[in-house]
């Protein structure tokens, strides 16, 4: 089992930088302005998006900009946490009208969390 083990710790260390270049391209698209990946369905998606991690992935290893000497983990691990400040920005209704109301009858206000996006009725 050990043997197992460490084969599998080796081989995630050898390709944790491709695996999260693919992670980040699924989650977020492109990565920078020269990236070409296109989000696609079916085989024609995992055709593009094998090229755009190769293409990438070789892009990064040269470092020729900031953004391509830091590790695509740290990138999405930034790229999440802008995300995540986006969504956290509190929602206002446009209108009078548009506001909703809890059944005790007091204006319902919410902002999307983290962790859902469940609103708290007061």
Known sequence: FET???????????????WWCAI???????????????????AAGARSL????????EAAAAGLTAIDRKPWKERYVEQ??????????????????????SVSGKK???TLSNSSDWFFDP
């Open 50 to 57: 094998t090229q755009t991690v190769q293409r990438c992935s």
């Open 4 to 18: 197992l083990t460490h084969a599998s710790c080796e081989a995630q260390r050898r390709q944790a930088q491709v």
């Open 108 to 110: 319902v206000t919410y």
């Open 80 to 101: 999440e946490r802008l995300n995540t400040l986006s969504k956290s920005v509190r929602i206002s209704p446009g209108t009078p009208g548009d506001a909703a109301y």
């Open 24 to 42: 980040y391209h699924e989650r977020f698209g492109r990565c920078c302005p020269r990236c070409q990946f296109e989000r696609l369905a079916g």
